[in-house]
């Protein structure tokens, strides 16, 4: 039995909106966790494809840049994401409902953000009809069940701007902000998988080539192995009792391993359907101004045009810009 599971994360870099990062962690029946890791792309061939507009109808599964822009929309991820979530049985009908399956931690399903509450979110699926979601459900779950292949666990942080501006000023940078959450998972991960040698894949962080420290301090007493340290991959064995794991950082993680890309498909779902709500909130409060997807350049001249607001609506720009 091979247990594969995969990290990654959506808005790293924009000055407005979340920080989400996702895992998503797969069982497969019928191969075992020492042979090398299959595709599954292949191994899901009946129900899944890379590039979105397949003429059999399948499922696209890629890095989420390729799925998603404000042009084309939200509906190659959220078929993607709600279909392998009908593995766990969820099925959310709104923002909240999905949060409280799948949020990390109590941060990252309930807040009082004053951007993102009391928004009026539009139902889920968004962009899908119920006919077109309960169809690729089916195929997937037909494919599944073929193959022996599974989702078992997926969980997402949530990490706003006020929380993600407080981390990275306790932490220096935000790359550190962001793998305590990746931490978290690997840790996740190991407690409920450890004793089946799961094999954990991560999209780089940043630019660091060398892990061995931050694992150490995630694992204390555990033997770590160094597999390799290369430019482009970086991949660890973590020995502890009865309990073992491979980690692999590399490059591009989201188009080589399924699992990351839909980790990555995960948070770029939960990030956007968050921008919804910003996005209201600035319709309500500036009209005028034209809304923003919070990266830079365009971020940029969205703050210029808010900035004046900023205090007759009481708001701390910490809350609102984030630091880096």
């Known amino acids: 039995m091979l247990v594969y599971a995969g990290i990654d994360e959506a808005g790293y870099g924009p000055m407005f909106g979340p920080l989400v990062i996702a895992r998503t962690v797969f069982l497969f029946d019928k191969r075992d966790s020492l042979d090398p890791l299959p595709s599954l792309w292949q191994v899901l061939r009946g129900a899944v494809c890379r590039q979105p507009g397949d003429s059999r109808g399948r499922i696209a599964v890629n890095d989420s840049k390729r799925l998603y822009s404000p042009a084309v929309g939200l509906g190659h991820l959220e078929r993607g994401v ?170 591009g993680a989201e188009e080589r391993h399924l699992p990351a890309a839909l980790a990555a498909m995960t948070a770029k779902y939960i990030r956007e359907l968050l921008m919804l709500r910003f996005r209201a909130f600035w319709r309500l409060h500036a009209p005028n101004v034209r809304p923003t997807y919070g990266y830079y350049g365009d971020g940029g001249r969205f703050l210029r045009e808010i900035e004046t607001l900023i205090p007759s609506l009481r708001l701390d720009p910490r809350q609102i810009v984030r630091c880096c």
């Open 82 to 251: 709600l279909s392998f979530l009908h593995f766990l049985d969820c099925a959310p009908n709104c923002l909240e409902t999905l949060l409280a399956r799948l949020g990390f931690d109590e941060d990252s399903r309930s807040f009082e953000h004053p951007c993102y509450v009391g928004q009026e979110d539009p139902l889920i699926p968004v962009r899908l009809s119920v006919g077109e979601l309960g169809d690729s459900i089916d195929r997937l779950s037909g494919a599944g069940k073929r193959t022996g292949t599974r989702l078992v666990d997926a969980k997402a942080a949530v990490v706003l701007e006020d929380r993600f501006n407080t981390l990275v000023a306790s932490s220096g940078n935000k790359a550190l902000c962001a793998w305590k959450f990746v931490g978290g998972h690997l840790r996740d991960i190991w407690e409920d998988f450890g004793a089946y040698r799961p094999q954990v894949v991560i999209d780089r962080q940043g630019g660091r080539i060398y892990y061995l420290k931050l694992l150490s301090a995630l694992f204390p007493g555990a033997r770590l192995c160094v597999h390799e340290e290369t430019p482009a991959m970086s991949r660890y064995e973590i020995i502890d009792g009865d309990h073992s794991m491979i980690v692999t950082v590399q490059i």
